[in-house]
């Protein structure tokens, strides 16, 4: 299994700009999460899926949007890139919200840069 | 609402010496506790959970964590620290469709 796959490692967006950071999990895992993380800072959950179909807003929604049209994929859209957006971004994925299932699994981050 | 806490941002330790890395907890019912690792550069590793049971959890590269209710509580800890242990390490509660992480505490292990 390669896991949870992102695309692209890195990014220079202009202000302004639009993009969609790709991610993918093999392991069938119903559950996939959006973070972002700022420079020594904690992860804040952007948005998340509990299926194919549903999606639902965490901590900091605002100036991106998802959509989970399969089990697999779970795309992060940037409409309008601003330099507050500038981050380190990881998408993770779990088997269910079960106690036992729910450690989550991470991709390896996509580094986004606004200027 | 589900918190956790990690009180330091650094913890500097001698290699060969126990390390300790704290976390304490604030939830309501029963608390699904979590330790992840981050090495530079790379994504969250799973470490260990504690879900119910034993008070000890086992988990990955030798470290494991003790759950304390009455202080609420989720210590991570390692009997003998290695420079390799070097990395980001955060505690997370279970929220009930996702993880709520604490800011991190950096461990520095030094030669």
């Known amino acids: 299994n390669a896991g949870v796959t992102q695309t692209p490692k890195f990014r220079i967006l202009k202000i302004g700009q639009s993009m969609t950071l790709q991610c993918t999990q093999d392991m069938n895992h119903n559950y996939m999460y959006w973070y972002r993380q700022d420079p020594g800072m904690g992860l804040k959950l952007i948005y998340y899926s509990v299926g194919a179909g549903i999606t639902d807003k965490g901590e900091v929604p605002n100036g991106y949007n998802v959509s989970r049209s399969t089990t697999e994929d779970f795309p992060l859209r940037l409409e309008l890139a601003a330099p507050s957006q500038t981050s380190v971004y990881f998408c993770a994925s779990s088997y269910s919200r079960l106690p036992q299932g729910n450690e989550q699994f991470f991709g390896p981050g996509t580094r986004l840069t606004v200027l | 609402a589900q918190s956790v806490a990690q009180p330091e941002d650094q913890v500097n330790v001698a290699e060969g010496n126990p390390l300790t890395v704290k976390c304490t907890y604030s939830?309501?019912?029963?608390?699904?506790l979590f330790w992840y690792v981050q090495y530079p550069n790379r994504g969250l590793q799973f470490l260990l959970k504690y879900i119910t049971g034993d008070n000890l959890v086992k988990g990955s590269y030798g470290f494991e964590a003790e759950f304390n209710k009455s202080q609420t509580s989720f210590h991570l800890k390692k009997p003998s620290a290695l420079v390799s242990d070097s990395a980001l390490y955060f505690c997370?509660?279970?929220?009930?469709?996702?993880?709520?992480f604490g800011t991190g505490t950096r461990l520095q292990v030094f030669p």
């Open positions: 997370a509660v279970r929220s009930p469709d996702k993880l709520i």
């Open positions: 939830v309501s019912g029963n608390p699904y």
